[in-house]
């Protein structure tokens, strides 16, 4: 994750959770924050498919057009365009 910009949060660990992080910590050289990172990242990618939250946006709308997945960004830009006026 190499992203700039992060977001805090604010979250409430077990004491057993915090010295198991503290010794990781330690012997690999990184924050807990680094190291509470890479799990969620694991646990994110090994959701099933099916469970993805972003999946639920697929097929709400109807535009009527049968090219979207291939004419995508077209329509973004005339959409973002028009919105400018």
Do not use: C, W
């Not at 639920?56 to 979207?68: A, V």
């Amino acid at each position: 994750m190499n992203s700039l910009k992060k977001k805090p949060i604010q979250i409430y660990i077990e004491p057993r959770q915090d010295n198991i992080l503290e010794v990781i910590s330690k012997n690999r050289g990184v924050s807990k924050a680094a190291i509470i990172r890479e799990s969620l990242e694991k646990f994110l990618k090994e959701l099933p498919v099916e469970k993805d939250p972003a999946l639920r946006i697929i097929g709400l709308g109807s535009s009527g057009k049968t090219d979207i997945s291939e004419k995508h960004d077209k329509y973004l830009a005339r959409y973002a365009v028009s919105k400018k006026k």
